[in-house]
């Protein structure tokens, strides 16, 4: 028996030999994903979180990795330190001065082109220096501060500025003079704020004329609550450096971009005998240091991404599943009036595709919203690859595709009498 002709006023959605327009797919399908809108919305939260994941990575990745740039400065960029090798047997390594470093290691070091100033320094332990008072007087009130043994270079290495007074050079460090220099906490702490007086400090009841006061440094902050004694008056007064004494170092200040190539020959030039006595440390490369960043971050987010959506595929596939088995009766009637299988399956995977769309669309707008509102907090500037937003929303449709591939199929295969007989 074949159906009559329908009119041109009440033709049929769909006849045996009829196609199905897309159109008629989209309003089909919408109407189905209306059906249950609070299921709907629950079903999309997956996608949603997914693909929102994955903008608010590459963005917050990106915009980071710009920041890196900015904060490894020319300051990090141009300092360069040397210590003593780890490994070595106690004394092996160390110069008949009882350092690594030699005693003209500053001038060896200035030697190295790119060198702007270099110096080597360690503290002191407090048992050997002794009570520090700032007046001569019995019974007076002792402080204890941190005292360093420096060389002339380390404090201009340190880009040190002064609140008043000198810096101790390399004659007077040479000839072991009882001179020191205050930073600015360790003045304040002993009473000391002016130098027209040529005040004094004890260490230990030995006197040393305040020279100088720091009133700031580019590096290495703790000196301005230390005293900054010359090395050699350091070792013509309590010897070479002790045991209990922490590990000479050096810092070096170099020009920009030079600093790789002065580590690479500092040991050398220090000690030609063993070279391998001292480790020159310089900065991490940034391009490489905001790659490795960048990476490891893109791993970690994006896999967390990657498993908000795996959970929003199964959620589409899972509430598709259970619409096929909730409709039978529907879908049993379109067959019995003219549907064919592909009909069926194009619109339940336009239901899941269009879940898919919409949650990412959203997603893609929770991720952008996520990479500015982070951004201004921290004061950065926001950076999100064009492609990322563009590619959120077919991102979601994917994976709508991909949940509703089964129960799109599994609906496909109901027949109409199987499907009245349910």
């Keep these: 028996m074949t159906p009559s002709r329908p009119s041109d006023s009440g033709r049929s959605a769909v006849g045996p030999s009829s196609t199905l327009s897309a159109a008629d797919l989209l309003g089909e399908a919408l109407a189905g994903v209306l059906q249950r809108p609070v299921r709907t919305m629950l079903t999309m939260l997956g996608v949603v979180l ?25 300051l990090t960029a141009t300092e360069v330190t040397v210590r003593p090798s780890a490994g070595g047997l ?37 048992e050997r220096v002794g009570d520090i008072t700032g007046v001569p007087l019995p019974g007076a009130s002792s402080r204890q501060l941190p005292v360093i043994a420096a060389s002339a270079g380390t404090l201009p290495a340190l880009r040190a500025t002064l609140d008043g007074g000198r810096l101790f050079d390399a004659g007077l460090d040479r000839r072991a003079e009882p001179v020191a220099v205050l930073g600015a906490g360790a003045a304040r702490r002993l009473g000391i704020s002016r130098l027209d007086r040529q005040p004094v400090v004890f260490l230990g009841g030995t006197p040393l004329t ?137 619109q339940f995977l336009t239901e899941s595709a269009l879940i898919g769309s919409v949650g990412g669309l959203v997603g893609a707008a929770v991720g952008v919203l996520a990479v500015v509102t982070v951004a201004l907090f921290q004061r950065w500037t926001p950076v999100l690859p064009t492609t990322v937003a563009f590619l959120a929303p077919l991102i979601g449709t994917l994976t709508g595709l991909v949940a509703g591939a089964y129960p799109a199929l599994r609906a496909s295969r109901v027949e109409p009498v199987d499907a009245f007989r349910h």
């Design 50 to 74: 997914g693909v929102g994941t994955v903008v608010a990575v590459l963005g917050l990745t990106a915009s980071a990795s710009g920041q890196i740039s900015e904060r490894f400065n020319a």
């Design 90 to 126: 106690p004394g092996e390594n160390v110069t008949p001065a009882g350092s690594a470093f030699p005693a003209d290691a500053d001038a060896r070091a200035s030697q190295i082109k790119g060198v702007r100033s270099a110096g080597t320094y360690y503290a002191l332990a407090s």
């Design 210 to 346: 305040v020279i100088g006061i720091v009133g700031d440094v580019d590096r290495k902050s703790e000196v301005l609550a230390a005293v900054i004694v010359p090395r050699g008056t350091a070792e013509r007064l309590w010897g070479p450096p002790g045991k209990r004494d922490e590990p000479a170092r050096m810092i070096v200040d170099t020009d920009l971009g030079a600093a790789a190539d002065v580590a690479a020959q500092l040991p050398l030039a220090l000690r030609p005998d063993r070279p391998d006595a001292l480790q020159a440390v310089a900065p991490p490369d940034p391009r490489s240091l905001k790659d490795d960043v960048t990476t490891d971050l893109d791993s970690l987010f994006l896999l967390l991404s990657g498993v908000s959506l795996a959970i929003g595929t199964v959620g589409i596939a899972n509430t598709t599943l259970i619409a096929v088995l909730e409709r039978t009766g529907e879908i049993g009637l379109r067959r019995a009036l003219g549907a064919r299988r592909r009909h069926v399956t194009a």
